[in-house]
């Protein structure tokens, strides 16, 4: 699968073993009562819930975002638990989370006035506290766990697809160099200084220098990227490597993303 410039919305259903990709939109009610509320006009866009930051619990985490006002909000594992929340009239909502040691991985789901809307990505819950959205297709966003500029992720695939991810200058034009190489010289950041800068040539297997250049900045790290072997059992793999926190986790059509949360 190569890389698209293209942000897909994802979704655990609760009988997923895979964690299968879905496109974002409109998906039938499932066994939960509807709201008791006005349907809204198919033509009307509702903006998906988001999962916005992670903050300590007695017992565990607290995961807490933002849907539409009213809406039943639904966090689903790989495994099929299902946790909901009902978001406030300000359309905020919070969802308890088990303590754990070891990386969490959620799909995130809204239903209100008969809709379901999913959210894009999958939520990737860390031990240490940062909250990633992992998206198919396109680099990683640390949600909450960095703010300074760096690099912070480095997205992969089987066929050498890859994106560099971080923070930057808040819309800083930016420049990618692999091994000394150029490949990408038309990158800019957001208004909020993330930029997420796709390779312009596939990248080859093993360990590489990467750079990141523009006003001001100058960002450089260390990746790898070695392709996944296959994942034998459940939906996602995370291990420790000299260079960071790497996630490997199926796609949609049944092919691996590789991303790795650099240290």
Not at 139 to 148: D, K, N, R, S, T
Not at 189 to 201: C, H, S, V, Y
Not at 214 to 226: C, I, P
């Amino acid at each position: 699968m190569r890389f698209k410039q293209t942000l897909l919305r994802m979704a655990l259903a609760p009988t997923l073993v895979l964690l299968g990709l879905a496109a974002c939109g409109e998906a039938p009610v499932g066994a939960g009562s509807p709201l008791n509320r006005e349907p809204a006009p198919r033509s009307t866009y509702l903006s998906p819930p988001q999962a916005l930051t992670i903050d300590p619990a007695a017992e565990g985490l607290v995961l807490i975002g933002k849907a539409a006002p009213g809406a039943s909000v639904r966090l689903a594992t790989p495994d099929g638990e299902v946790r909901t929340a009902e978001a406030g009239g300000d359309g905020g909502w919070r969802i308890a989370l088990d303590a754990s040691t070891a990386p969490q991985i959620f799909g995130l789901s809204m239903t209100i006035a008969n809709r379901t809307v999913q959210a894009e990505g999958y939520q990737l819950v860390l031990p240490d506290g940062r909250l990633v959205l992992l998206r198919a297709g396109a680099g990683a966003i640390v949600v909450q766990g960095a703010e300074a500029p760096g690099i912070l992720a480095f997205d992969f695939d089987e066929e050498g697809g890859a994106v560099i991810s971080g923070i930057a200058a808040a819309d800083a034009s930016l420049s990618v160099r692999i091994d000394g190489r150029t490949v990408s010289t038309s990158g800019r950041a957001n208004p909020q200084g993330r930029f997420n800068l796709p390779f312009g040539a596939p990248v080859p297997s093993g360990t590489h220098q990467i750079r990141v250049q523009g006003e001001s900045l100058d960002l450089s790290t260390e990746v790898d990227a070695t392709p996944a072997p296959a994942i034998t059992a459940g939906a996602f793999r995370a291990a420790r490597t000299p260079h960071g926190l790497r996630v490997d986790w199926l796609t949609p059509g049944g092919g691996l993303q590789s991303t790795l949360l650099l240290d």
